[in-house]
């Protein structure tokens, strides 16, 4: 099956299930506040957020005091429901990798748990860093790969793997697309060819906080980089 027909069934299944997703975000949430302290005092600066899905984020940063951000998403039920609770903020039904913008336009993008739902992780990152502007930012949120279960201390692959057999994972079992988590150095890599400085940070969960001794086993990372 080629990358199109799989990247427009998996956009079918968010548009299938799109009532599971939340539609609002507490300002307590460990994704948010890392959102606002990288973009750091409200500005005019053009932010973009590539998988916005119902525009949670995008109201937090909205209501924080960024004026100019733009929504991005490519399911049809997902993007409705964000322009209906966030009449103020633009919203734009598209996909990672083919973004309907002009070179280097924005100032900041973020991406929060969106490549591991995309086949060509690789061509997404190449089009996000196409509408950067030079010196731009962009900071990515997404699973770790490496990450350990906190209570039974087993690889969490594990677990995701066991739930997509049992067929309790977001894709069926036979579905032709697996959810994919991140090892640390693989977004770093691909940040690099297109950013003169990057950077990762790991995350510390609200519901999981025993690894804040060892940060590297948490489930979340975020990757920085400026753009050249």
């Known amino acids: 099956m080629q990358e199109n027909e799989i990247e427009n069934k998996i956009i079918r299944r968010f548009d299938e ?11 307590s949430d460990f994704r948010i506040k890392k959102i606002l302290k990288f973009l750091g005092k409200p500005s ?7 998988g916005c899905g ?8 909205k209501d924080f005091g960024f004026i100019n951000i733009i929504g991005v998403e490519p399911s049809k039920e997902l993007i409705k429901a964000a322009r209906k609770n966030n009449k103020d903020i633009e919203f734009v039904q598209a996909s990672a990798g083919n973004l309907p913008f002009m070179d280097d336009e924005f100032d900041f993008l973020i991406c ?3 490549l591991s739902q995309i086949p060509n992780t690789e061509k997404s990152i190449k089009e996000m860093a196409r509408v950067l502007k030079r010196n731009g930012e962009i900071i990515i949120i997404d699973k770790n790969k490496a990450s350990i279960h906190p209570k039974f201390f087993l ?20 579905f032709q697309f697996r959810e994919k988590w991140f090892f640390p150095w693989e977004i770093e890599k691909m940040l690099k060819k297109y950013c003169r400085k990057t950077e990762k940070e ?15 086993l948490n489930l ?9």
């Not at 119902?54 to 940063?61: A, L, Q, V, Y």
């Not at 692959?157 to 036979?174: A, H, L, Q, T, V």
């Not at 790991?202 to 590297?216: A, E, I, S, T, V």
């Open 44 to 50: 005019d600066g053009k932010i973009l957020d590539v």
């Open 202 to 216: 790991y995350l510390m969960d609200n519901k999981r906080k025993m690894f804040g001794f060892l940060p590297f």
């Open 155 to 174: 690889p969490l692959m594990f677990f995701k793997k066991y739930m997509e057999i049992s067929n309790k994972w977001f894709y069926p079992r036979d």
């Open 54 to 61: 119902k525009g949670r984020f995008c109201r937090k940063i």
């Open 112 to 114: 929060i748990e969106v």
């Open 17 to 27: 299930f799109s009532h599971i997703f939340l539609e609002e975000i507490d300002l």
């Open 220 to 228: 979340f990372i975020a990757w920085r980089g400026i753009k050249q």
